[in-house]
């Protein structure tokens, strides 16, 4: 099922999430190439509820959907169509090349070793404000709205190398939401403490995710006294995810949404939790819950 919106969605008007988020990571990745145009379509057809996506920054200042900071050897074809090696990837920071040079890549063709469903298609990295048109007009013609989870791909160690100084980050990002009217149907997630202390003071009334690794042992409390504000969502990794954690976050308002569950055993375990949500590479496995 489809979560519905009103028409007035369309003017970032804020909206309440579904009662059970059903999120598509990087649109649809053991489906698709991950965070292309065609993996958000494909989110949309297994009626997904939100399209989960990371951005990161180019050269010249675009907002680009990508996962990586680089291109990643996994998936990406060079101009020459060649497989890009893991060495020459390295050296592929897609903040050291402006757009134009990125979308020669392919990031579609080359068989995925971890997604042996994956349909493989030529497709490039595309810009933010591009997919958004696509996903936007493809969802009107089917009568819905639909949300976004958009990752601020931020680390302290990277600003100004891998990816802009983490406030000129942000502040690339939210003006291409804003112009396309989606704000008050998206929520921004990091794991950079920083990227959301920054939303929460300039952008108060997105709502925002704090993503935490499987490797943060922190209690909940701790987590939050870092960011000194509640966020809409809470995003662990789906191992950390136990009936105490979900009844703390839930006495506080808090939403969990974990990530990332490939499988239908596990997903139904975290609902029996209380979960509110459900992040999967497998979005065709929502019609089997």
């Known amino acids: 099922m489809v979560f519905l919106f009103s028409c007035a969605t369309t003017k970032n008007t804020t909206v309440s999430l579904p009662a059970f988020d059903k999120e598509g990571h990087r649109g649809a990745r053991g489906l698709m190439p991950e965070n292309t145009i065609p993996a958000m379509l ?22 680009v959907v990508s996962h990586d900071p680089n291109f990643n050897a996994n998936i990406t074809t ?15 920071m897609l903040y050291s090349l402006n757009y134009d040079e990125i979308k020669k890549y392919d990031v579609g063709l080359k068989p995925h070793p971890d997604f042996p469903r994956q349909q493989k298609i030529a497709v490039h990295k595309p810009l933010l404000a591009d997919l958004l048109d696509a996903t936007e007009k493809y969802a009107k013609e089917k009568g819905i709205n639909i949300l976004y989870n958009i990752e601020i791909k931020s680390n302290k160690k ?32 990091s794991f950079d403490p920083r990227a959301l202390v920054l ?9 925002t995710s704090l993503l935490i690794e499987a490797f943060d042992k922190r209690s909940l409390d701790e987590q939050l006294k870092e960011i000194g504000f509640t966020p809409t969502v809470y995003s662990p990794n789906h191992m950390l995810v136990t009936k105490q ?16 569950i490939n499988d239908l055993p596990r997903m139904k375990e975290l609902i029996a939790l209380g979960v509110d949500g459900i992040i999967t590479d497998y979005p065709d496995l929502f019609g089997q819950l």
Not at 43 to 58: A, P, Y
Not at 78 to 92: D, H, I, R, V, Y
Not at 199 to 207: D, E, N, T
């Open 199 to 207: 939303m929460r003071k300039k952008y108060p009334s997105v709502k």
């Open 158 to 189: 990277n600003d100004g190398l891998n990816h802009s100084p983490v406030e000129e980050f942000v502040d690339l990002a939210m003006p291409v939401i804003l112009q396309k009217r989606i704000a008050g149907r998206t929520i921004i997630q």
């Open 78 to 92: 060079t101009p020459q169509g060649k497989f890009l090696s893991k060495e020459e990837a390295k050296n592929l």
């Open 245 to 260: 954690l979900v009844n703390a976050c839930h006495q506080k308002g808090i939403k969990v949404v974990p990530w990332t």
């Open 42 to 63: 494909k989110g949309i057809d297994l009626g997904v509820t939100t399209l989960e996506m990371d951005l990161q920054i180019t050269k010249d200042k675009k907002v």
